[in-house]
């Protein structure tokens, strides 16, 4: 057996053990070979970025907690790739909202629907739906159309993350707010979304989490206040002037 020890010396440690987590994740069939291509555009992404929450990111994640705690019937959907690297992170965002956590895939088999509901209970969860052919969003052309009549298909407010835009603005159109978790801020779904945290799951989760957490005594009006504060474009544009500053500072670092 291969030996995938990594040393916490090792400078990229970090990202080692996430790597390592999603090919757990392909062992056990939660995640698809195509979500392995998904979570390499997500590092290099993340390594341009610095690897850190950046303020733009929390003030989208902010914005992200003011929304779901006003909303009447938040959910979170997941799939292999979240399952995977933040499968204990999601139950404790879905413990402290009480929104049911839904496995939505694109690439979908019920199979696998199940393997990533099991991989969740045994991590803890309580309430894992899985998708129905009954309830549909319509526009979607993918097997991502499918989902529970108990959760998307009623939720005001949808968590996505780690995944292609056919879905998000097919969501918005039917009224819902889609809080979007993507590293990359010219994706689709960073566009479409209502809110867009341009940071890596690994990250945003547990911070969104804290947030929630610190803002459930705050008054209506706070929650109001940092939502109307919020500007999903110029949070997305700053985005894209930080890593273009990011790569001119590193480009003449030795000349300054
Ligand atoms: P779109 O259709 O929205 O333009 P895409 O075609 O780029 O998206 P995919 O190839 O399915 O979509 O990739 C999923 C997205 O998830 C990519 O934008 C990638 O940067 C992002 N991503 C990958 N890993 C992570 C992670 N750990 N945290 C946050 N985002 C991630």
Known sequence: MEDVTIPRTHPRYESLV???KIVEGFKK?????HGLIAHGRGEALDYILGEKTTEYAREAAEAAAALLMLSKKPVIAVNGNTAALVGRELITLSATLNAPLEVNLFHRSREREEKIRDYLTSLGASKVLLSSEEHVIEGISSARRFVSGAGIKTADTVVVAIEDGDRTEELVKEGKNVI????????????????????????AIPLLTKLCQSYREKPREELLDILKRFDNRENLRRALAAICQRLERLAYLDKV
């Open 29 to 33: 069939g939660i995640v698809v070979p």
């Open 18 to 20: 996430t790597r390592e």
């Open 180 to 203: 979007a978790i993507d590293l990359n801020p010219l994706s689709r779904t960073a566009e479409k979304a209502t809110i867009t945290i341009v940071d890596n799951v690994i990250r």
